[in-house]
């Protein structure tokens, strides 16, 4: 099993910078790719930014040369720095990890922290 702590939500003015971070505790070893999402007010979840075990990333259009997703394997950390934030990116943002197929037998697919809210002002 793997569990997913969220710090560094936070209220800021727009331009401002922000730091999240996820711990990642358990069985680190059956994570594959990690990800951030965030669920603004009155709309679904969607994808900010995604990390596979070899270092890939993938950004949302909206977040992309603003937001840099991180991995660090040793700490079992992932973060997500935040800059030149927006009132767009008021969200909860949530750390998600995906396991490897022969570990998701076992405990299953997905995982998600408990969400950390991040409120931009103008």
């Known amino acids: 099993q793997v569990q ?14 922000l730091r999240l971070s996820c711990a990642a505790s358990g069985d680190t070893i059956c994570i594959s790719t990690m990800g951030w999402y965030r669920q603004a007010p009155g709309k679904e979840r969607a994808l900010v930014a995604t990390i596979t075990n070899d270092g890939s990333t993938k950004y949302a259009d909206s977040v992309e040369g603003r937001f840099t997703i991180s991995r660090d394997k040793v700490k079992n950390t992932l973060n997500l720095q935040m800059n030149s934030l927006k009132p767009e ?19 299953g697919s997905d995982y998600w922290g408990q969400g950390t809210q991040v409120s931009v002002s103008s």
């Open 89 to 107: 990116d008021t969200a909860v943002y949530y750390c998600n990890a995906e396991l490897e197929l022969l570990c998701s037998v076992v405990y």
């Open 4 to 17: 997913l702590v969220e710090f560094g939500g936070g209220l800021l003015q727009a331009g401002g910078s």
